[in-house]
């Protein structure tokens, strides 16, 4: 039973150690009068645990020296349940004997198997978790054991009482360890557990003096080393052991809990930032930038925390501000834009998974997410309402656990749906987005991961241009959101709002060609690729308009107004306007959550706007154009950089009217892309004329080719049979290699569905499926 | 990444020089067999390129491999 006594012991020991104070003159040649100090030392209560649990181990070593360490332990341990409740720190040694203490305790607690696991390590273990018996018994068997000479059993014992100290530390993050007190906890705990996991019945006095130095210093190379989950150990080696820590465990999990609240709380914003930085160097950066933001955005949103939907509202804003800084970022960096667009992919996805995780609470949630939306993507052709009403599923289902961390994740939420849906459109899924939309206010998650999916799937330019930018919105907004939950969120919203219109009439206008149907119909559908970089420039504007309105206002209604004063008048009432189309069309488009955001949103505007807009509903097209003109005006070069990116897209599809066959083999983008992919390598980019003429024999030959063969066939049409031939003979296609193969693995889904059930089904179905 | 490739330049493409006709999805075999050739180009080329020590493909590596992988996909030998 020594095994056991010095398990007890050990923790008896670390308890001890705790309660007693300063150490008494370890050195003491009787064995007893060791004990007795070692007892008085519990008597005397805490003292620090460093010193503490050298005590004992300089006991220990004394009395195992000496006597047998049984009788010493059993009182230690005795006693250390006696000593443990007063825990009074007799000696005032340091400050730090409560929190060492503490950490003992924790570590006892922890640590109640890891002590006893291994003949010196072990011991070192439980020493933590009971300094009192730990050490104690731990010491004396370690005497006995380990002639001063098993520094190594102390380094394997050390560690598990570092993670047990560590995981007490965890559990009390609030608490300052000092290094030095703490490694000299862990000095003697280890030499406790060192004498514990002997279990020889080395009394717990013996050579503890010895055995502490000799642990202190093998301790503290286990201090080194990272702890290991002392748990594990303890359970390995003793039953007893177990329990123990079962029952201790059960404190430590309660603080646990608190402290990954507490870590929760403070930072979801580092959650994400973490998320994102992972992706791409450049959304790090970006992260850097919206935390900033955030930080910025947390002046703005403390002052606003009259409404509830003011954090939302001030959300917005900073997310807006964040987009606006995104875009100008986005446009000095065109080319990380496929990265970065995969990287806020992922973010997207993991904040979805986020967010979906927190339960919005209340409506405030959905002010917020709404607003949030809009914000975040400057591409938010997305109507408010989408985002409202995403935001407020969205908040529905995750706001749970916390409010802070759920506003944050609403926003994130919310950004991430409309990112989804809005790099969705991008990619002239319009209509995908539209039943995005509807689904999400039904099926709010289903449609991010939806959205999500095609987002990666598809990934035009374009739309990566943009899902960068949201993305960037999306970051900077959950940081900020995070700050600015409490701030106004009407304030934003109306601002929001008002930038999302702007930026879907801007784009809608540019586009030509859904510049109604985008916002009567879908005002959610953000326009295109081409009408976001647009909108970032409106977005920017209005966020520096909101900038300066939040300084002034903090409710929203006077952001509004004085967002009107800022802006150019037109493109305010295009602002308000488009707000109220989009809310209207928000509104009506999905379920009464977007009316009811929609609603805040006109409340927020201020009813003369609200009026205003439904009065300029018609001239809302024309407002477009200005806007787009004076939008261009008002932008920084580096927007108009921006813009220019996706313009060169949207004017391509205007004058494309007459196309020119002989020209173009295939699309360029498209052709290089294929090719590059298939490279592997780097392509010089004037290879594509080269790559035409080649694929222009190609089909030339292709054709014949076919021909012949549906001749053969005696067909007059080339059919799917002829290709298959073609293939064959081209050496593509062996007997080993089915064609069905060559599609599946060359062809986008959609063409597989086409191809392999036209072999078998027949089902055709349009190529560039919608979802 | 697949993309899709415009059909209906695929389409006329391959009625250019004929007159026949062009079957339902018949042309998505067409950018199968695209995607497929131009594969093989890429890889081609792109050995090349390596021979030349150039991380880079350039347009010299791709129209000395163009010629092989042409006449060898249209004389159908394997």
Not at chain 1, 260 to 266: D, I, K, P, S, T
Not at chain 1, 443 to 465: G, L
């Amino acid at each position: 039973m020594d095994s056991t006594e010095d398990d007890i012991s050990a923790r008896v020991l670390l308890r001890r150690v705790l309660h007693t104070e300063l150490p008494r003159s370890p050195v003491t040649s009787s064995a007893t009068n060791v004990r007795r100090s070692m007892r008085l030392k519990n008597t005397p209560g805490l003292e620090s645990p460093g010193s503490a649990l050298r005590h004992r181990l300089k006991k220990k070593l004394h009395e195992s020296a000496s006597l047998s360490p049984l009788p010493s332990p059993k009182r230690p341990r005795s006693m250390v349940p006696n000593t443990n409740p007063p825990v009074t720190v007799p000696s005032p040694v340091y400050d730090e004997d409560m929190t060492t203490r503490g950490l003992l305790r924790g570590i006892i607690q922890m640590e109640t198997e890891a002590s006893l696991l291994m003949s010196g390590q072990p011991a070192l273990q439980a020493s933590e978790p009971n300094p009192a018996e730990a050490s104690v018994s731990s010491a004396g068997e370690r005497t006995e054991g380990l002639s001063g000479v098993e520094l190594s059993d102390l380094t394997l014992n050390t560690e598990p009482l570092t993670h047990v100290v560590r995981g007490l530390s965890r559990r009390r993050p609030q608490r300052a360890f000092s290094a030095s007190a703490f490694e000299k906890q862990l000095d003697q705990l280890p030499e406790d557990v060192s004498h514990v996991s002997h279990k020889g019945d080395i009394s717990e006095e013996k050579a503890d003096a010895s055995q502490d130095l000799d642990w202190s210093s093998g301790s503290k190379s286990g201090l080194n080393l990272t702890l290991k989950t002392p748990f594990v150990e303890k359970r390995i080696e003793r039953v007893g052991l177990q329990r123990k820590v079962s029952n201790r465990r059960l404190p430590s999990v309660d603080a646990f809990d608190e402290a990954v609240q507490r870590c929760l709380e403070q930072g979801p914003n580092q959650d994400h930032s973490l998320f994102q930085d992972g992706k791409t160097l450049e959304d790090s950066s970006w992260q850097k930038f919206t935390l900033c933001l955030n930080d910025v955005t947390e002046l703005y949103v403390q002052p606003k925390k009259d409404d509830t939907a003011g954090p939302s509202a001030e959300m917005e804003r900073d997310a807006e501000y964040e987009r606006e800084y995104e875009l100008e970022r986005a446009s000095e960096i065109p080319d990380s834009v496929p990265l970065i667009q995969e990287g806020k992919d992922h973010e997207l996805e993991s904040q979805d998974d986020d967010e979906e995780d927190v339960v919005p609470s209340s409506q405030e949630n959905m002010f917020l997410s709404p607003e949030d939306d809009i914000v975040l993507a400057p591409t938010q052709a997305m109507t408010e309402s989408l985002p409202e009403s995403r935001d407020v599923e969205l908040q529905d289902r995750e706001f749970v656990e916390e409010v802070e961390i759920g506003n944050v994740v609403e926003i994130e939420d919310q950004k991430v749906v409309e990112i989804e849906d809005d790099s969705i459109e991008d990619e002239n899924v319009v209509e995908d987005e539209v039943e995005e939309v509807q689904d999400e206010n039904v099926e709010e998650i289903e449609d991010e991961e939806v959205v999500e999916a095609e987002h990666r799937t598809e990934n035009p330019d374009t739309s990566q241009y943009l899902e960068r930018i949201t993305r960037r919105a999306h970051r900077s907004e959950g940081g900020g959101s995070v700050l600015g939950i409490p701030a106004a969120t009407r304030v934003t919203k109306s601002f929001g709002a008002g930038l999302n219109p702007r930026e879907k009439d801007l784009l809608d206008f540019i586009d030509g060609n859904r510049d109604l149907q985008d916002f009567s119909d879908e005002e959610r559908e953000p326009p295109g690729s081409p009408e976001f970089p647009q909108l970032h420039p409106a977005a920017e504007l209005s966020t520096p308009e909101q900038r300066s309105q939040q300084h002034e206002a903090s409710l929203a209604e006077e952001d509004v107004p004085e967002f009107e004063e800022d802006d150019d008048a037109p493109e305010e009432l295009n602002q308000s306007e488009e707000e109220e189309e989009l809310m209207d069309s928000g509104s009506a488009s999905q379920s009464p959550e977007l009316a009811q955001e929609e609603e805040e949103e006109e409340d927020d505007d201020d009813d003369a706007l609200s009026a205003e807009l439904s009065v300029k509903t018609p001239a809302f097209v024309r407002q477009k154009r200005v806007f787009t003109s004076s939008i261009e005006q008002a932008m920084p070069t580096a927007l108009k950089e921006v813009n220019a990116g996706p313009a060169p897209q949207v004017a391509k599809r205007a004058p494309r009217q007459k196309r020119q066959t002989g020209v173009d083999v295939l699309p360029k983008s498209y052709v290089m892309s294929m090719f590059k992919h298939f490279a592997k390598t780097r392509v010089a980019s004037d290879i594509y004329p080269a790559i035409n003429e080649i694929l222009k024999k190609y089909f030339e030959r292709l054709a014949d080719d076919l021909e012949a063969y549906s001749t053969h066939a005696k067909r007059k049409t080339i059919e799917v049979e002829d290709f298959e031939l073609l293939m064959r003979r081209q050496g593509f296609v062996t007997d080993s290699t089915p064609v069905n193969i060559l599609i599946e693995k060359y062809l986008p889904l959609e063409y597989r569905k086409l191809l392999i059930p036209v072999a078998t089904s027949g089902n055709k179905v349009i190529p560039k499926q919608r979802r | 990444m697949s993309k899709k490739a415009p059909r209906a330049a695929l389409k006329l493409h391959m009625k250019k020089n004929t007159n026949i006709r062009i079957g339902k999805n018949a042309d998505l075999m067409a950018q199968l067999n695209l995607l497929v050739v131009l594969h093989r180009l890429a890889e081609e080329s792109r050995v090349k390129a390596f021979e030349e020590k150039s991380a880079t493909i350039k347009v010299h590596h791709v129209r000395a491999v163009a010629k092989v992988i042409i006449s060898k996909s249209c004389s159908g030998l394997i």
